[in-house]
């Protein structure tokens, strides 16, 4: 049995599910060839195969909807053509892993439970604290043992969604509301680039964001601190991160500090794409660029 892979749905959350449902059915035995660890290029490849888009556009498809890959491809090198440069070609670069532990909302849970009648895991919890639907916690140990998640049950856990704990399941518990505003604007952001049918250019963007924190700096809006702070994050955010061909890592969390500085001067992705288009900077369609291999 095929399932359909959800909105937001992380790649690893699609595979377990079929291993869950029916391990021996076609579609779990060609998914079981998978890493338990790591989702390697060569595995969205066989993911996609399964889901019959086996090509350059089904390929960067999942890798802008279901994984953390948006947060450093939205922000491009002027030279850069296709999407996912030539990763599409190697089979060895990771694009999901185990070392950045699954969260899962409550919220979202039950949600979830009564909308589609089952529960699943989303790519961009691994990646906050709070979810930037519910402004709930997210959890990542069981509520029932309160075991950590990778550690509670064959294939990192991640069956405790469907099958719950020592007779009990996640969803008898209830919500903590998170209380720090800045929390929630990060994983909003977080959520937005992921989400975004646009992508910008790095340098343009940096440049951009330093002239807006100088101006609100000028009219008192944000303090010299923050101007400084501001300052530091962006160029971290342009020297430390690699090309796109060169070592990409899921885990280093690339656009990080980019989110802050989007936070303090924003408060929302889409103003900045607004602001950038305004003042004629380049803002393109991703999925244009999807079909295209290579640099
Ligand atoms: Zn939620
Ligand atoms: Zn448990």
């Given at each position: 049995?095929?399932?359909?892979?959800q909105?937001?749905?992380?790649?690893?959350?699609?595979l377990?599910?079929?291993?869950?449902?029916?391990?021996q059915?076609p579609?779990?035995?060609?998914?079981?060839?998978?890493?338990?660890?790591?989702?390697?290029?060569?595995?969205?490849?066989?993911?996609?195969?399964?889901?019959?888009?086996?090509?350059?556009?089904?390929?960067?498809?999942?890798?802008?909807?279901?994984t953390?890959?948006?947060?450093?491809?939205?922000?491009?090198?002027?030279?850069?053509?296709?999407?996912?440069g030539?990763?599409?070609?190697s089979?060895?670069?990771?694009?999901?892993?185990?070392?950045?532990?699954?969260?899962?909302?409550?919220?979202?849970?039950?949600?979830?439970?009564?909308?589609?009648?089952?529960?699943?895991?989303?790519?961009?919890?691994?990646?906050?604290n709070?979810?930037?639907?519910?402004?709930v916690?997210?959890l990542?140990?069981?509520?029932?043992?309160?075991?950590?998640?990778?550690?509670?049950?064959?294939?990192?856990?991640?069956?405790?969604?469907?099958?719950?704990?020592?007779?009990?399941?996640?969803?008898?518990?209830?919500?903590?509301?998170?209380?720090?505003a800045?929390?929630?604007?990060?994983?909003?952001?977080?959520?937005e680039i992921?989400?975004?049918?646009?992508?910008?250019?790095?340098?343009?963007?940096?440049?951009?964001?330093?002239?807006?924190?100088?101006?609100?700096?000028?009219?008192?809006?944000?303090?010299?601190?923050?101007?400084e702070?501001?300052?530091?994050?962006?160029?971290?955010?342009?020297?430390?991160?690699?090309?796109?061909?060169?070592?990409?890592?899921?885990?280093?969390?690339?656009?990080?500090?980019?989110?802050?500085?989007?936070?303090t001067?924003?408060?929302?992705?889409?103003?900045?794409?607004?602001?950038?288009?305004?003042?004629?900077?380049?803002?393109?369609?991703?999925?244009?660029?999807?079909?295209?291999?290579?640099?």
């Amino acid at each position: 049995m095929l399932l359909t892979i959800q909105p937001n749905e992380s790649l690893r959350s699609f595979l377990e599910r079929h291993i869950y449902l029916d391990s021996q059915a076609p579609s779990a035995i060609s998914l079981k060839q998978i890493s338990r660890f790591y989702m390697r290029a060569s595995a969205i490849r066989v993911i996609a195969a399964v889901i019959g888009s086996d090509n350059c556009y089904g390929f960067n498809r999942l890798l802008h909807d279901h994984t953390s890959y948006p947060q450093l491809a939205l922000f491009r090198q002027a030279s850069q053509v296709g999407y996912s440069g030539s990763k599409y070609l190697s089979s060895t670069t990771r694009f999901e892993t185990e070392d950045v532990r699954p969260a899962f909302c409550i919220a979202c849970v039950k949600e979830d439970i009564e909308s589609i009648g089952f529960a699943y895991w989303r790519r961009d919890h691994r990646y906050v604290n709070v979810c930037a639907k519910h402004n709930v916690v997210l959890l990542k140990k069981c509520p029932v043992c309160k075991k950590s998640i990778e550690i509670h049950d064959h294939g990192y856990g991640y069956s405790l969604l469907w099958k719950g704990c020592k007779g009990r399941h996640v969803y008898e518990f209830r919500e903590i509301i998170n209380s720090d505003a800045r929390e929630q604007t990060y994983s909003k952001i977080h959520e937005e680039i992921g989400r975004s049918r646009f992508y910008l250019l790095r340098d343009e963007v940096t440049q951009h964001l330093k002239e807006k924190a100088i101006e609100m700096a000028s009219s008192e809006a944000i303090s010299e601190e923050e101007l400084e702070v501001i300052k530091s994050q962006l160029e971290f955010f342009r020297f430390c991160i690699p090309r796109l061909d060169s070592d990409y890592r899921p885990d280093h969390r690339y656009s990080k500090e980019l989110i802050h500085v989007i936070s303090t001067l924003y408060g929302s992705f889409g103003s900045l794409v607004d602001d950038i288009r305004q003042r004629g900077g380049l803002v393109r369609c991703i999925d244009d660029s999807m079909h295209a291999v290579g640099e």
